[in-house]
């Protein structure tokens, strides 16, 4: 999830560069359209589809896990908040030693 982020925030900064120094070129109602063009498919876009593939990849890990049935484990970054680390289908940082219901 942070990857996505971190992803997001510096496509953010090329994007505002890119625009801000574009600016001229265009009149002002075309390069109002054109910013709101490229925020959506350069920034929110990419971005949903970085989620949505982040969410699938991990669904079986939030779903079928000892982990996720945790209090210690944080689904929105799929992490164990014990340990620091991330539980993977085969990989349980605890090893169920630590495991506490929610
Ligand atoms: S304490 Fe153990 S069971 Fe709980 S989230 Fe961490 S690794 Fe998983």
């Not at 075309?30 to 699938?56: D, N």
Request: glycine share 2%; aromatic share 18%; net charge neutral.
């Amino acid at each position: 999830m942070g990857e996505i982020i971190y992803k997001t925030l510096i496509r953010f900064l090329f994007l505002i560069i890119i625009i801000w120094l574009t600016k001229n070129y265009f009149d002002e109602k075309l390069f109002w359209i054109l910013s709101v063009l490229s925020f959506y498919f350069f920034l929110i876009h990419p971005a949903y589809l970085s989620y949505q593939r982040f969410i699938e990849s991990n669904r079986n890990i939030v779903i079928s896990t000892l982990c996720s049935s945790c209090k210690h484990f944080d689904k929105s970054a799929i992490l164990c908040t014990k340990y620091d680390k991330h539980p993977t289908e085969d990989f349980i940082p605890c090893e169920g030693t630590d495991w506490e219901p929610k």
